[in-house]
């Protein structure tokens, strides 16, 4: 079967940096999406990673090992509107979007 | 950038009721539409994809008759839970793939969703 695992929740201390780890078990692989999602709204788009390696974009990097099905979100310089849950999915052979259960990000000041 | 607008974004109604929820891609075509239901603290189900000028492909599990889906245009999408009851309280969610700058892949652009309680 298809599975992406991505740890429930997660806490982090604002100013610091956390990463948030992804990884997948699915038929083919056509790249990994990073979404963002606060409670209550619909999830927004982060990043897109489908060749190996770090894609920077801000505050954020996602990185992307396909040798491993694994890769993770590096949010730097937390602040404290960066709670939120952050969804991990994965586009297969079929180009379906299969979806993590998200990682949810506490910020303690 | 892409942008989807999702319409009502909350609905409150008595049981069976029916009620529709229209999303639409404003700045661009969308072939593809997809319909999710997301309960409080748990991920996104997809519930079914919906094409422009065919019939919807639902999830196994989903019921085709009870979530009516209509994509009538290349910009909009419809969603009737017919005859709805208090176990189909959720967030309705719908999406659309769109060309994202910089990348080959489509993103999915989201709704800001539709909070559905039946009473």
């Known amino acids: 079967g298809q599975n992406i695992d991505q740890p429930t929740e997660m806490t982090a201390t604002e100013g610091a940096i956390v990463q948030i780890n992804c990884t997948y078990q699915?038929?083919?692989?056509?790249?990994l999406f990073w979404y963002q999602q606060h409670a209550g709204e619909a999830p927004t788009f982060l990043s897109y990673?489908?060749l190996d390696g770090l894609e920077e974009k801000g505050r954020f990097s996602s990185f992307l090992s396909r040798s491993k099905g694994y890769s993770y979100l590096l949010l730097k310089e937390l602040q404290m509107k960066d709670s939120a849950s952050y969804l991990c999915?994965?586009?297969?052979?079929?180009?379906?979007?299969?979806w993590g259960a998200g990682t949810k990000l506490i910020i303690k000041p | 950038g892409a942008v989807v607008s999702q319409h009502p974004s909350w609905v409150i109604c008595k049981s069976g009721t029916s009620v529709k929820i229209e999303c639409r891609s404003l700045?661009?075509?969308?072939?593809?539409m997809f319909w999710y239901r997301q309960f409080p603290k748990q991920s996104l189900m997809l519930m079914a994809t919906?094409?422009?000028?065919?019939?919807?492909?639902?999830e196994q599990g989903v019921e085709k008759d009870k979530f009516l889906i209509n994509h009538a245009s290349l910009t909009l999408s419809t969603l009737t839970v017919t005859s709805a009851h208090p176990e189909d309280s959720s967030f309705y969610i719908c999406?659309?793939?769109?060309?994202?700058?910089?990348?080959?892949?489509?993103?999915?652009?989201f709704g800001d969703g539709t909070r559905l309680s039946i009473l």
């Open positions: 919906s094409n422009e000028g065919s019939k919807a492909t639902y």
């Open positions: 999915a994965v586009t297969d052979s079929n180009y379906q979007l299969i």
């Open positions: 700045d661009f075509q969308a072939t593809t």
């Open positions: 990673n489908v």
């Open positions: 999406s659309a793939d769109s060309p994202t700058i910089g990348i080959t892949e489509f993103a999915q652009h």
């Open positions: 699915t038929s083919g692989f056509n790249g």
